[in-house]
Structure formats: C-alpha cells, structure tokens
C-alpha cells in the first residue's frame, strides 16, 4: 500500500490560506457552495409564477444584478449569514429574506416595507440560465406594435392604456403607457397565441397574461399579491391618450406657484426665494418610493447639468409613504445619492393625493407621481406635465425627451424681465 504524501509546513500553510481564501470567496458561513453567476427568481402570487432573471456575483463581496428586457439593476447590499441571505433592493424600501437550502437553491419572503410591516410575498431563486417564462416549441403570434388597452372595463376602477410592444421570435418585451405614467420594462414571451410579460425592480412587482383571440389580447393582470384586474387590447396604431400637458392646470384666481417647504439640507424653501428669480425652474412634484420619478429624475439631472448655467433651477417636491418624518428624510437622502440628483430636494409629507393637494392649493388636483411644472423667467407657469413615459416605452420616451428639451431651450432665450 503506498505512503499517503505529506506536506511540508510551508506548503500545509499555503494550502489552508487558499482553502480559507476560496471559501470567503464562494460560500456563506456554512460552507454551502453558493453559486454565481445566473439565477432565475420567482414570486408566488394569484396569477402563479412572477419570474425575472438575475446574476449573482461576488469579488470583494456579494452583489446582484437584476434584469427587465434593457432594464439592468445593480443591487450592492447582498449578505449572507450562517444559512440565511438577505438582498436589500435599491431605491425602494424592500427586500428578500431567505434560506439557502443548498449550492443552488433559496427560498425566502420578499418584503415591500412601503406596503406595511406584513406585506410579503414568497419566492424561489434557482441557479443556472433559465428562461423567464417557459414557451411551446410551435410558431408564436406576432404582436409587436400599438395596442389600445382597456383596463377594468365598466367597473369603477377603468382606465385606457396603450400597449407598446416588440417581439424578436417568441422573446417580448415593451410596456402599457396610462395617463398617470408607464408600467416601465416589461419582459417575456409569446408563447403560441399567449402573452407573458412580468417586471420586478424593487417596487413594482407585475404579472401579465393574455391570449390572443382574433384580433384582441383578453388576459389578466396582477401587481404584487394585492391587485388584480382583466385587460384587453386591440390593434390600433393610431390609439392615443388625452395629452398629458392638459389633464392638471392651476386653480381659477392663480397664476403662480407659491409655497415653502423644509429642504433635506435644512432651512426652508419656496420658488419666489431670491436664488430662483429671473430664471427658469421645474418643479417636480414626486416621491422616492415611485418607479416612474425615477425615470423622470434621471431626465431632470441630465437637463439640469445642460442648462444650469443658462439659468435652469429644478425643485423636487417629495411626498413620502413613510410616517416618521426622519424615515422620510433617510429615504430622500438615499434616493438623492443614488441617483446623484443635483437639485433641491424638500419634503412636503406623505404621499396622499390629499395631502398633495392640501399642500399645493394652487393646483386644481394631484393626478399622478411624478407631475412637472415648468415656470419661465417672469414667475408664470407655462406648462404642466401630468405623469411621465420612461425609456420602457421606447419612441415615446425618446419623443418626449426631444420636445422638452427645445421647450426648455426656448424658455431660457426668453428675454429676462427688467428690474
């Protein structure tokens, strides 16, 4: 029988240090080889299976990464502990909490702390490439283009929406534009003459089904595990929605929009303070818990750095689902670092539209978060945006982007008043 061979000290040491090393690097505290690189999670809600794709990867420590079509995620704050992992998601307060039951599986709660200390929602995370949503070998319908959607039809909670999608083979992806806003990045596929699209990026968590029969879409769907509502759709390229510079105005007997707020950097601020005079200055009225704000303050940071030194100011009115007021300010502040927003940023208090519209008695309504309003040189408002269509609705979006920035343009040649 031969002698097992024996290390020298020196190498033993090197041995154990690399041992140690790799399973730092690997495993959590129990030694399970977790993997990395591709996870396929999904939420169990009413309408099943709420799938998205994700990787997993670690250097100096853990980090995710989430995907919606184009959209891509990084989540930083992954940590694992003994058996258990938790991936707090950025910008919105929520997270998952699991067990990880081996190399290659976790199971666990999602948490979205905004909708209360008990809304949870059970998920699996399973490594490996994986499809989002399985689909049937067959041909699938074709959908790509305009749709006009009809949600909740003769009930109360109606509303029309315009179904934008693109289909590469059975793989889709686009999004429904409302009124209020965009359901930003949906992804999925057609398989055979059915839909699947679903979207998950920390706050909003959305499951759509349909079929296609005839010529409409007839499905359902479903937001986290608390909403869920029928569709339909038809094809129509020309669909549009009312125009969104027309749904908030201000209130009959004003002119000019007046209020002061306490600023997250401390003291207070209003538009007719001596730092906004003669300029031109959005006003944003939004909160850090909305998906579509933080499309619209990406938009804003970037014309902010543009024209700022011709004259553009940008005040961020945030109202906030949190109670406590320094729960609030922390959100704002974390929002205002991620995002690393350059303007002013004041707290107006919770996200109730009547609040909002206590707040802001100058406006006829609060409709939707985010809503702009853009003020010229001399004080007057020239125009207000209600709602905002991100870069998930693709040539809207880019359209959008385009006329606002010659609007903003023309506002700063405007001549400035004399004194």
């Not at 992954?78 to 929520?94: E, K, N, Q, T």
């Not at 704002?332 to 909002?356: M, Q």
């Amino acid at each position: 029988m031969p002698r097992p061979s024996v290390l020298s000290p020196p190498a033993l040491i090197v041995t154990i240090m690399l041992f140690i090393a790799c399973a730092g690097r690997h495993s959590p505290p129990t030694g399970i080889m977790v993997r990395e690189g591709a996870w396929r999670f999904s939420l169990s809600v009413p309408g099943g299976e709420l799938p998205f794709l994700a990787d997993l990867a670690l250097d100096s420590s853990w980090h995710m990464t989430v995907y919606n079509g184009d959209e891509h995620i990084p989540v930083d704050e992954v940590r694992f502990s003994a058996d258990s992992v938790r991936i707090h998601m950025p910008l919105f307060d929520s997270e998952f909490r699991g067990r990880v039951e081996n190399d290659s599986t976790i199971k666990g709660l999602w948490f979205n702390y905004l909708k209360g200390g008990d809304y949870h929602i059970p998920f699996e995370a399973h490594a490996g490439h994986a499809d989002r949503f399985p689909s049937l070998p067959s041909t699938p319908a074709s959908v790509s283009g305009t749709w006009e959607a009809h949600f909740s039809l003769g009930t109360p909670d109606a509303y029309d929406a315009i179904g934008l999608f693109q289909q590469n083979g059975e793989h889709l992806s686009g999004t429904f534009g409302t009124e209020t806003g965009d359901y930003r990045y949906l992804d999925g596929v057609m398989s055979g003459d059915s839909l699947y699209l679903s979207c998950f990026d920390g706050s909003h968590a959305f499951l759509f089904h349909a079929r296609l029969q005839g010529d409409s879409l007839v499905g359902r769907f479903w937001s986290g595990s608390h909403w869920q509502e029928p569709w339909f759709a038809i094809r129509n390229p020309t669909f549009a929605l009312r125009d969104p510079d027309s749904l908030t105005f201000l209130r009959e007997g004003y002119d000019m929009v007046d209020f002061r707020f306490p600023s997250i950097d401390g003291g207070t601020i209003s538009p007719k303070d001596l730092r906004f005079q003669d300029k031109v200055l959005i006003v944003q009225i939004m909160g850090s818990w909305c998906p579509n704000c933080v499309d619209e303050t990406r938009l804003l940071t970037e014309l902010y750095h543009e024209y700022h030194g011709r004259g553009l100011e940008v005040i961020a009115v945030a109202f906030e689902k949190h109670e406590r007021e320094g729960e609030a300010y922390a959100a704002l502040e974390a929002f205002r670092t991620a995002l690393d927003i350059p303007y002013t940023i004041v707290y107006a208090g919770n996200s109730g539209k009547d609040n909002a519209a206590k707040k802001l008695p100058f406006l006829d309504h609060v409709m939707s978060f985010p809503t702009a309003i853009f003020i010229d040189r001399k004080g007057m408002v020239r125009r207000i945006r209600t709602g905002f269509y991100g870069p998930g609705t693709g040539e809207h979006y880019l359209n959008y982007k385009h006329n606002l920035t010659g609007f903003v343009e023309g506002l700063l040649s405007e001549e400035r008043p004399h004194p």
